[in-house]
T-cell receptor, first 114, second 113 residues
Framework: QKEVEQNSGPLSVPEGAIASLNCTYS??????FFWYRQYSGKSPELIMF????GDKEDGRFTAQLNKASQYVSLLIRDSQPSDSATYLC??????????????FGPGTRLSVLP | DAGITQSPRYKITETGRQVTLMCHQT?????MFWYRQDLGHGLRLIYY???????DKGEVPDGYVVSRSKTENFPLTLESATRSQTSVYFC????????????FGDGTRLSIL
């Protein structure tokens, strides 16, 4: 079972719409969740992160946690063509062999159509 | 400027050669990480370091060696490069491990012929 899963996409939305990206995780004890944006050929860039105590809004971005169903969502309001990128979800997990470190999902490719 | 820098940005080498990728950060972060990113596998942790002289294996450490004699530097060495190590390598750092955000360098695109 993969530990952090994302729909690989591409997810296509029209400009101005809300883009909804989901990430499911296997470790019920996970306490923090990170969203990164990665443009093609570039490095991952932190967008936002939340802890298990609540959702978070930052400008056009909102991260929401559903602990019962073990998924975290990233909503992008008023999507712009510049939002077109791959979005990576990362969840710190404790591994027997190498401590607690980030486990990254495969990423969802978002395409915002003008 | 403060940040995390990787060098070289691009590298082509041959199988069996030794190659070292450099990573330098100016934030004085305690933790540093090396990842590789491959199609179909996403980002995978190779090695990490909690402080100077403390390093630990990640998910895919075989064929790699790291050292951390100074807090700001965390070089990654491929002792005898293989084609399967062709990848994009990212260095990252964070103030502490676990639940703290990681900041990534620009990456090194490594091709092994």
């Amino acid at each position: 079972q993969k530990e952090v899963e994302q729909n690989s996409g591409p997810l296509s939305v029209p400009e101005g719409a809300i883009a909804s990206l989901n990430c499911t995780y296997s470790d019920r004890g996970s306490q923090s969740f990170f969203w990164y944006r990665q443009y093609s050929g570039k490095s991952p860039e932190l967008i936002m992160f939340i802890y298990s105590n609540g959702d978070k809004e930052d400008g056009r971005f909102t991260a929401q946690l559903n602990k019962a169903s073990q998924y975290v969502s990233l909503l992008i309001r008023d999507s712009q063509p510049s939002d077109s990128a791959t979005y990576l979800c990362a969840v710190p997990m404790l591994r027997d062999n190498y401590g607690q470190n980030f486990v990254f999902g495969p990423g969802t490719r978002l395409s915002v159509l003008p | 400027d403060a940040g995390i820098t990787q060098s070289p940005r691009y590298k082509i080498t041959e199988t069996g050669r030794q190659v070292t990728l450099m990573c330098h950060q100016t934030w004085s972060h305690s933790y540093m990480f090396w990842y590789r990113q491959d199609l179909g596998h996403g980002l995978r942790l190779i090695y990490y370091s909690a402080a100077a002289d403390i390093t630990d294996k990640g998910e895919v450490p075989d064929g790699y060696v790291v050292s951390r004699s100074k807090t700001e530097n965390f070089p990654l060495t491929l002792e005898s490069a293989t084609r399967s190590q062709t990848s994009v390598y990212f260095c990252a750092s964070s103030e502490s491990g676990g639940n703290q955000p990681q900041n990534f360098g620009d990456g090194t695109r490594l091709s092994i012929l």
